[in-house]
């Protein structure tokens, strides 16, 4: 979304039973504060962090193995298997790849059009990615930092992953 809009970021974050303060605050910004300079639309965000009032006990055990989604508009939630990405009747969900990128080239498509500007259809997924330039900047310099404080390389997807169309 970066290629029609600036940066997204939240103002907050609540954690519910699990809620530890030096944790979050160290997942969420604190192992970034080294970084380099970044594109002009990106900043550290450092969200306000809190916990619940009334802390639920913690239930060990194995995960659920299902995500629910819903955003407005939708008409109903979406439950989908999170080890097959897939609902129970088999369909993908409405927020794999495929489906957001439908929803991109559609977006892409109007405005273009609208706002009559010249760009380029993008032929695949990745070229659409690619696109946007000022978030790979953004995301190099965050590889970076990570590299210089010994935090591991962030882990790559299989380049192929991302090598579809709509023509498919």
Known sequence: MTYFTQPIYFSSIILGSLYHADHLSRAM???L???EVLPPSYT???PLLSG?????AR???KAPSFSVNWTVGDQGLEVINGNTG???LGRPSRLCKHALYTRWM???SKLSSTLLIQTVQPR???EAKQAAVEYHLAKQALFRVFHKAGLGAWVKKPVEQDQFSLNN
């Open 33 to 35: 504060t080294e970084i």
């Open 59 to 61: 239930q060990p055990g």
């Open 52 to 56: 619940i009032s009334n802390t639920e």
């Open 29 to 31: 910004y604190q192992r």
């Open 86 to 88: 897939k609902d129970d």
């Open 106 to 108: 559609d977006l892409h």
């Open 124 to 126: 695949s997924y990745h």
């Open 44 to 46: 550290l965000n450092k």
